[in-house]
């Protein structure tokens, strides 16, 4: 999704800078990108793996922001308390 994001702006960019001459019609390539990447990954990429384990990564980018999290959640608890009167702070 990101990826696409960052070829439809290269391709804006591209086009924006093509329609600067006016005499230039846009070759097929830059106006289907999407069917063009599409056409690659079929062809040359037929018994190709997936690229990323997705599960794998969802992991290792959901286990340090939880401990993160859980961090923040202990020092926020650790504040709150030491303002109760008798129990943390000093009152």
Known sequence: MIV??????????????????????LPDGLVNVDSTINDLFSTWGAGMAPLADWPFVTACVAIPLAVW?????????????????YVGGKG
């Open 69 to 85: 999290g859980s961090g923040l959640l202990v020092r926020a608890i650790r504040a709150l308390i030491a303002h109760l009167p």
């Open 4 to 25: 696409q994001w960052f070829i439809q702006l290269a391709q804006g960019f591209a086009s924006w800078v093509v329609s600067l001459f006016p005499v230039l019609d």
